[in-house]
């Protein structure tokens, strides 16, 4: 089967295409953290969430440096895989079915906020609304000074990304883009042998940035 990026776009919702990996196998679950998040975890603060948090190996990570971690994500068989790798390794993380979306209704708040590439979803000219209600609900929910630890498809990934200077006018209001550098991420092994010209040789080029929430 030819794997077409694009095809999220064929499903009634956004969730109903996600789920719908997580019944293959999901190019960007590698089993740990992407590696720009083991290279900052010396800045990760506690409470932290971690949004679209899919099987939950980033949160387990950041729970075994003995952090309090809730991860969430809106497929329900994503973290029932997560609570599941979290109790073999006798770790307590918070990992609830739940949509990015309803982050501007919460009452927690947290000192750091992990995106593993979940930003990028938001980024077509039609997600415009979802995105600015995302980056509100990520302004909610950081408290004053906390960061979040975005990872995103740049603009030449074939799922379609961001520049960098669109993420940049993106957290304009309210945020301090601290640093920004272009890595390559990590696929699934299985789904590149499955799908070996689905990505760009080497992997996708994505931005890691560090975001410090300063409020309005």
């Known amino acids: 089967m030819k794997y077409d990026p694009k095809a999220m776009q064929n499903y009634n919702s956004t969730q109903e295409g996600f789920?719908?990996?997580?019944?293959?196998?999901?190019?960007?679950?590698i089993g740990k953290p992407q590696?720009?998040?083991?290279?900052?975890?010396?800045?990760?603060?506690?409470?932290?969430?971690?949004?679209g948090c899919g099987t939950?190996?980033?949160?387990?990570?950041?729970a075994s440096k003995g952090h309090d971690v809730t991860g969430i994500d809106f497929v329900e068989k994503a973290i029932q895989c997560a609570r599941e790798k979290a109790a073999?390794?006798?770790?307590?993380?918070?990992?609830?079915?739940k949509?990015?979306?309803?982050?501007?209704?919460?009452?927690e708040r947290f000192y750091s906020v992990i995106d593993s590439g979940l930003f990028h979803i938001y980024?077509?000219?039609e997600q415009?609304?979802?995105?600015?209600?995302?980056?509100q609900g990520l302004a909610h929910v950081l408290k004053p000074g906390g960061r979040l630890f975005l990872l995103s498809f740049t603009d030449e990934a074939p799922e379609g990304g961001v520049s960098e200077q669109e993420l940049s006018d993106i957290f304009a209001d309210g945020w301090e883009l601290e640093s920004i550098q272009q890595v390559i991420g990590e696929i699934?092994?299985?789904?590149?042998?499955?799908?070996?010209?689905?990505?760009?040789?080497?992997?996708?080029?994505?931005?890691f940035a560090i975001i410090r929430h300063i409020g309005n």
């Open 19 to 29: 789920a719908e990996h997580y019944n293959a196998t999901p190019p960007w679950d």
């Open 35 to 51: 590696a720009p998040f083991f290279t900052v975890s010396d800045q990760i603060k506690s409470p932290v969430l971690d949004v």
């Open 56 to 62: 939950g190996s980033t949160s387990i990570f950041f």
């Open 88 to 97: 073999k390794q006798d770790l307590s993380v918070r990992f609830q079915i």
């Open 99 to 107: 949509d990015a979306m309803t982050l501007v209704n919460w009452d």
């Open 123 to 125: 980024v077509g000219k």
């Open 128 to 135: 415009k609304r979802e995105q600015r209600r995302y980056v």
């Open 188 to 207: 699934n092994p299985t789904f590149l042998a499955e799908h070996p010209k689905a990505f760009p040789a080497g992997g996708p080029k994505m931005w």
